[in-house]
Nanobody, 123 residues
């Protein structure tokens, strides 16, 4: 089994930055793509960003492009989400995910999920 644990969430003001981190443990994630999703209250889970195993290929959602950056360290089995210029609409629970389906925005292609970390952005 693979365990994913997110950290770095918190409450910030609009315009601030946060860096989320996801640590993976357990069975190897060799070849797996990693992704970040978020879910705001009463809304569907939304794709944020995805990164390939190599780290060379990334896909960032239009809603956060230019503000959020995804990166990974395969040696440390971590994937980070740097979030800059945060907006109140970024408020959500952020989830880390891993899957063998390549970088994709489809939540169903990710087979392992973390418990999530809350990000709250006040105006």
């Amino acid at each position: 089994q693979v365990q994913l644990v997110e950290s770095g969430g918190g409450t910030v003001q609009a315009g601030d930055s946060l860096r989320l981190s996801c640590a993976a443990s357990g069975r190897t994630l060799s070849g797996a793509a990693m992704g970040w999703f978020r879910q705001a209250p009463e809304k569907d889970r939304e794709f944020v960003a995805s990164i390939s195993w190599s780290g060379f290929n990334v896909w960032v959602a239009d809603a956060v492009k230019g503000r959020f950056t995804i990166s990974r360290d395969t040696a440390q089995n971590t994937v980070d989400l740097q979030m800059n210029s945060l907006k109140p609409e970024d408020t959500a629970i952020y989830y880390c995910a891993a899957g063998a389906g390549g970088i994709t925005s489809g939540a169903t292609t990710y087979t392992h999920w973390g418990q999530g970390t809350q990000v709250t952005v006040s105006s």
